[in-house]
Nanobody, 126 residues
Framework: QVQLVESGGGLVQAGGSLRLSCAASGRTFMSYAMGWFRQAPGKDREFVAAISWSGTNTHYADSVKGRFTITRDNAKDTIYLQMNDLQPEDTAVYYC???????????????????WGQGTQVTVSS
C-alpha cells in the first residue's frame, strides 16, 4: 500500500493557474504509475491525467489536453499537476491515485482503483 497526500488546491479566477502536488510514502514510489482524477459536486469521479513510473508516458482527458501537464519527481516521491487556463468547469475535488501500471489507471473504472489520497479542492470563479 502507498499513502498519498495532495496539496495545492485553492480558489482561482477563470484563466488562472494552479499547481497540485501529491506526495507518496510507503511502498516504492517508482514502482507505481500515478494519476489525477476529479469529482465535481453531484457528478461521478473522472479521469484527468496519468503518468508512467518512468515519466515517459502520459495520458490526458480530452477536456484538459493542452491546458494541464502531469509530471513526477521520483527523487521526491511526488507528482504534480500544472493546471493552466482554468475554467469554472474545472471546479472539483482533485484526487491522486497510484496503481501498478498506467493501463490500469486509464482503463479501469475508478470504483475499482485502490490507492487514493484525501483530495484537494479546486474552485474556479467566473
Amino acid at each position: 500500500q502507498v499513502q498519498l497526500v495532495e496539496s495545492g488546491g485553492g480558489l482561482v479566477q477563470a484563466g488562472g493557474s494552479l499547481r497540485l502536488s501529491c506526495a507518496a510514502s510507503g511502498r516504492t514510489f517508482m514502482s507505481y504509475a500515478m494519476g489525477w482524477f476529479r469529482q465535481a459536486p453531484g457528478k461521478d469521479r473522472e479521469f484527468v491525467a496519468a503518468i508512467s513510473w518512468s515519466g515517459t508516458n502520459t495520458h490526458y482527458a480530452d477536456s484538459v489536453k493542452g491546458r494541464f501537464t502531469i509530471t513526477r519527481d521520483n527523487a521526491k516521491d511526488t507528482i504534480y499537476l500544472q493546471m493552466n487556463d482554468l475554467q469554472p468547469e474545472d471546479t472539483a475535488v482533485y484526487y491522486c491515485n497510484a496503481e501498478k501500471s498506467i493501463i490500469i489507471i486509464t482503463k479501469t473504472d475508478w470504483t475499482r482503483l485502490t490507492n487514493w489520497g484525501q483530495g484537494t479542492q479546486v474552485t474556479v470563479s467566473s
